[in-house]
């Protein structure tokens, strides 16, 4: 796994927008745009981790999301088995919609 993915994995987490420092915005920005596309399959699975509360922690969770969806073997069913996790049904719903699932 690539030092800036596993940077932005323990970082933990997205926040709420309500808890979500600015110093933490900072460093999640510049890690994910230091990670070049795509991820690998391990990258994304572990990546998934980080969906949090339902809001968008300013547009970081979409960013996420449209990370994860450039794995080769996306979308991989075991990733997706968490119907709790608005993000994560997101990601499914997204993977129907395009007749992959």
Known sequence: MR?????LIDLGPLPP?????????????GLL???EKPLSDEEARNLISLFGPP???YGFAWSLLYLIETAPSW???????????EW????????????FL
Do not use: T
């Not at 030092?3 to 940077?7: C, S």
């Not at 420092?21 to 920005?29: I, M």
């Open 55 to 57: 809001d968008s922690c």
């Open 17 to 29: 927008e309500a808890e979500a420092s600015l110093g933490y915005l900072r460093e999640a920005e």
């Open 88 to 99: 994560v049904s997101s990601l499914r719903d997204r993977a129907v919609c395009r007749g």
């Open 75 to 85: 979308p991989m069913a075991d990733c997706l088995e968490n119907p709790k996790n």
């Open 3 to 7: 030092p800036e993915i596993q940077q």
């Open 33 to 35: 745009r230091a990670i």
